[in-house]
């Protein structure tokens, strides 16, 4: 699941705009924190009903990081729970302050985020016996907006295999790449390697990585990272190349299951040949360095229309026509087509 992430001290009608369009590419998700003065408590909850609202027309659902004294603030309490259920909000990210019976209780009426970092299996377990509903519970890494901070890959993956034993889904950041979050305007990532990093690579890896939803930490994210967010949401990895012949087609391919060493082959492009035009021979013959795309012509016979892309350099082919090749930017997404993986060059 994707989601983005919404704070209340921000402009309603910019975080309204930023909801409609995440809402629009297919995210569900929405990160708020109800931490702020006691003084902003009338402020913050009007503000609150405001992208409760905002999320309800979009579809999304919100996941607000508070604690017992956030919650007070709101005039919110374990007795009442019912109505952060009417402001849309339907999960908390139980900040430190919520005893255990707390937590429990918690997960028999909603959502319940707790930092990925203070788990371990002694306390979970303790937690089932005692009425935990798992299915509700959500082991949340936390962004560090500060440089050299974030934690690294082979952490999360550690702990994330750690809490899906547990029966736990997981949930990590990337950064924005547009609007940054202040004070510190470096990004919001789980992952220190992501501080810089194009949010869609970023959010590719943390999937691989066993992260079940990952969130935009950044206050906005430009359209194009969005939409490659959307096709991923629903299986399609998109690359972004240059061409040397005619245009990208709008195709969906999918890798073979028996995926090869060399090359991406795509399962579909020799019957999408079929229907064309035969492809002639390329002259001269081309090399094919990583991310080449390629079409088999017709001296490669029964193979002729076959698209695939290079994982490694390869020599020039007669029988093979280069015809573009992926963005250096994007070769790094190569490793992450697997057997099986749809995928679409643009």
Not at 11 to 18: A, F, I, S, V
Not at 174 to 199: F, Q, T, W
Not at 212 to 236: F, N, P, Q, Y
């Amino acid at each position: 699941m994707l989601g983005i992430s919404v704070y209340l001290g921000n402009d309603p009608d910019q975080n309204t705009r930023w909801i409609k369009k995440a809402g629009s590419c297919g995210f569900q998700k929405i990160f708020t924190s109800l931490h702020i003065p006691e003084e902003g408590a009338s402020l913050l909850r009007e503000r609150l009903i405001h992208l409760g609202e905002a999320a309800g027309k979009a579809g999304m659902a919100i996941m607000a990081d508070a604690g017992p004294r956030s919650l007070k603030n709101i005039g919110v309490s374990m007795d009442s729970l019912g109505q952060l259920r009417e402001w849309n909000i339907n999960g908390l990210r139980a900040d430190y302050g919520f005893p255990d019976h707390e937590i429990i209780a918690l997960s028999q009426r909603l959502k319940v985020g707790i930092n990925a970092r203070t788990l371990d299996e002694k306390k979970v377990n303790t937690w089932n016996r005692n009425g935990l509903v798992i299915q509700n519970v959500e082991a949340w890494h936390n962004f560090y907006p500060r440089q050299n901070t974030g934690i690294s890959s082979a952490f999360l993956l550690e702990k994330n295999n750690f809490l899906k034993s547990l029966g736990l889904q997981t949930a990590a950041f990337v950064p924005g790449d547009k609007k940054l979050r202040g004070p510190v305007y470096e990004g919001l990532p789980s992952l220190e390697k992501h501080r810089k990093a194009d949010p869609f690579h970023a959010a590719v890896e943390l999937s691989s990585l066993q992260t079940d939803h990952i969130l935009i930490g950044d206050v906005e994210a430009s359209d194009v990272t969005l939409e490659r967010l959307s096709s991923w949401k629903d299986g399609i990895l998109t690359l972004r190349a240059e061409w040397t012949e005619g245009e990208a087609a709008s195709v969906i391919h999918t890798n073979r299951q028996d995926t090869a060493r060399d090359v991406i082959r795509s399962v579909e492009s020799r019957s999408y040949a079929n229907n064309g035009k035969k492809v002639t021979a390329q002259d001269p013959p081309l090399p094919r360095p990583v991310g080449t795309i390629t079409i088999d012509n017709e001296k490669y016979g029964r193979y002729a229309g076959e698209l695939q892309i290079t994982k490694t350099d390869l020599p020039a082919d007669e029988r093979v026509n280069v015809i573009g090749r992926v963005k250096d930017e994007d070769l790094k997404l190569l490793p992450y087509i697997g057997p099986g993986q749809k995928f679409l060059v643009q």
